[in-house]
């Protein structure tokens, strides 16, 4: 089991730069762990932004920020960060950071068993 807590989020103008943090805690390792970011906007299902693998820390993006977020992880500090550059007025959202016990789709929010409490960001035009 594995408790994490996000920070990081705030107000930006488009074009700014944030980076979201993920720290975790509990008995498992932090490097066992797959770390999934999600965001939800007001009114819209929560969707996937951005993963990184426990094994090798390979990451995976959706389309949309491809390019201007990076996914990273220091297992040493138990933190997962996402850097989020040339935000867009559409990346306003409460970003998640998640962990699955075991999943088949890294991609699917139900596949996560582990979430934290969410950070508001929002970027104004």
């Known amino acids: 089991q594995v408790q994490l807590v996000e920070s990081g989020g705030g107000s930006v103008q488009a074009g700014g730069s944030l980076r979201l943090s993920c720290t975790a805690s509990g008995r498992s390792p932090f490097s066992y762990y797959v770390i999934g970011w999600f965001r939800q906007a007001p009114g819209k299902e929560r969707e996937f932004v951005a993963a990184i693998m426990s094994v090798g820390n390979k990451t995976y993006y959706t389309d949309s920020v491809k390019g201007r977020f990076a996914v990273s992880r220091d297992n040493a500090k138990n933190t997962a960060y996402l850097q989020m550059n040339s935000l867009h007025v559409e990346d306003t959202a409460v970003y998640y950071c998640?962990?699955?016990?075991?999943?088949?789709?890294?991609?699917?929010?139900?596949?996560?068993?582990?979430w934290g409490q969410g950070t508001q960001v929002t970027v104004s035009a």
């Open positions: 998640a962990a699955p016990a075991t999943y088949t789709d890294y991609r699917a929010p139900w596949e996560y068993d582990y």
